[in-house]
């Protein structure tokens, strides 16, 4: 054991692992679903991974080593673990939870042994997310068919996966109507205004002095309220939705852009008023420029506002297409794996929305202290 260094992660999965050995099998399956004894070989081999994993760990290989060999042990386990499960109606055991917990904790290891390897690359950077978000839907998929929870009330992620496999053609019209039609036209709509009224807002005092306090205001009223009026203006078609989204987005961006304006230097603008500039050309050169970090804050704010209006908002009267009509009127038939793909697709395509939005951020403010720390 000299020169060995144990990890607690490893440790604490290996005691849980080897505990699980006296409450075997991991699941209540009936003989002629699976013999018993290809149940308790495939729940040795789980058991024999981590603890290998755990040895491996602990010796002076390389950090790429032992990511790799804590990795395989995890997820190869946690696949064989799951897939013990089949379609039995016993559901799982105490062993099937603490060998579950082992494999939680040996992927933890893997992530923390990611984080640690320098230099850190742009893959590095996605794996430890990646690795982490997986681990959720393990954990989600694992424990609601261990304990038997009721479909209805919640769906594993292989039921919600299935789903969108088969529906990927309506969850595509859905997508093109709630978010290429209303969020992104709302967004365009809102952020541009918002921007524009924020210069003339300071350059003209009255302006800034009068528009401040109703946009903290009008950010305050409810989008359950706003929604049902603005179908009534405009129509049940995806412009009332837009036009929901350009009232969430235009006061972030008011209210962000005035405040970045406001954070150029006295003495910076010092040097520029010694150059003989005016107030556009100073506007151009130097005030524009630092507020990037402020105009960028509020459109990635903006980007998930925009997808929580335009959904919110297909609730109040909409074409029979569109996320938030599917979500609303598939509860109501309880296809609830149909409303958690679109809970999914959403969450997928405003996650790109907003990591396009931080790539453009770093190649913009590339002079930022936080994006030269990073």
């Known amino acids: 054991m000299m020169g060995l260094r144990f990890s607690w992660q490893c440790v604490t999965a290996s005691v ?9 099998p991991l699941v209540q399956a009936s003989p002629e679903v699976n013999a018993p004894a290809v149940a308790v070989m495939i729940a040795l081999l789980i058991i024999m991974m981590i603890v290998g994993a755990t040895l491996f760990d602990a010796t002076q290989a390389s950090l790429w080593a032992k990511a790799g060999a804590t990795f395989i042990a995890a997820h190869l386990g946690a696949w064989l673990l799951i897939g013990e499960l089949g379609d039995r109606s ?7 939870y603490l060998v579950l917990c082992a494999l939680w904790l040996v992927a933890w290891r893997c992530v923390s042994l990611l984080a640690s390897i320098k230099p850190v690359t742009l893959w590095l950077r996605l794996a430890v997310p990646v690795l982490f978000g997986v681990w959720l839907l393990i954990l989600w998929e694992a424990v609601v068919r261990g304990a038997g929870v009721p479909f209805v009330l919640l769906p594993p992620p292989s039921a919600v996966g299935a789903r ?3 529906s990927m053609p309506i969850i595509l019209a859905d997508i093109n109507q709630t978010v290429f039609k209303a969020a992104i036209g709302g967004y365009l709509i809102g952020c541009t205004s918002g921007f524009a009224v924020a210069i003339l807002a300071d350059r003209y005092l009255f302006l800034r002095r009068g528009l401040i306090p109703i946009g903290n205001l009008v950010s305050a009223l409810p989008i359950i309220g706003v ?23 235009f006061f972030p961006m008011l209210v962000n852009t005035v405040a970045g304006l406001a954070t150029a230097g006295a003495m910076e603008r010092d040097l520029m008023r010694t150059y003989a500039a005016g107030y556009w050309q100073t506007l151009g050169s130097l005030r524009l420029p630092a507020a990037m970090p402020f105009i960028f804050n509020a459109l990635k704010i903006n980007s ?12 109040f009267g ?3 297409v569109g996320m938030g ?10 296809n609830v794996d149909m409303v958690w793909a679109e809970i999914a697709a959403a969450a997928v395509v405003g996650s790109l929305f907003y990591g396009i939005l931080a790539l453009i951020e770093r190649s913009v403010t590339f002079w930022h202290p936080s994006v030269r720390g990073g």
């Open 16 to 24: 849980l692992a080897l505990l699980a050995i006296a409450f075997l």
């Open 164 to 166: 969108i496999a088969s």
């Open 90 to 96: 016993g559901g799982a055991t105490t062993s099937f």
């Open 227 to 249: 929604a049902p009026i603005m179908v009534m203006w405009f129509g049940f078609g995806w412009e009332s939705k837009a036009a929901v989204v350009a009232i969430m987005t």
């Open 304 to 315: 998930t506002l925009a997808m929580i209006g335009a959904i919110v908002a297909e609730f």
């Open 318 to 320: 909409t074409p029979i």
């Open 325 to 334: 009509f599917r979500i609303s009127t598939e509860v109501g038939r309880m």
